[in-house]
């Protein structure tokens, strides 16, 4: 197929690669991050934009929203269930912008990183790890 014939990846498009990248994970790993459910938007809600204080849509490609696991407790009521969003739009944006990975790479990386947040990384403790692999 030629790029004259391809036409944007869909949000469904977008969900077979995160579920690649997601089974292409150790095994290990994809077991420890238990139920976590996986959303593909073309971006971020306005109310979560506010709330995180960006302004740019754009600037936002995934988002963890649940209680991580380090902060869970059998004490605490039953949570809402994890969340991992992706953000179609930004991360083509970031895609064309970047020029130097491929679709699928960078929406492994996404989904990856908030992962990290669900098992109660920080964004720099989440730079370290991929700095150091």
Known sequence: MTWTERMAPSLDDFAALARRA???LPADF???T??????????ASDEVLDDLGIEDPFELTGLYQGVDLARRSLFDPTPQ???????????LD???ERGDVTLGELIAHVLVHEIGHHFGLSDDDI???EDDA
Do not use: A, K, N
């Not at 969340?83 to 991360?91: E, G, K, N, S």
């Open 34 to 43: 238990g139920d976590v459910v996986f959303r593909i938007d073309d971006f």
């Open 127 to 129: 730079h370290r790890i």
């Open 22 to 24: 997601f089974d292409d």
């Open 94 to 96: 970031e895609w064309c």
């Open 81 to 91: 269930p994890s969340m991992v969003f992706l953000y179609r739009r930004p991360i």
């Open 30 to 32: 994809r077991r420890q």
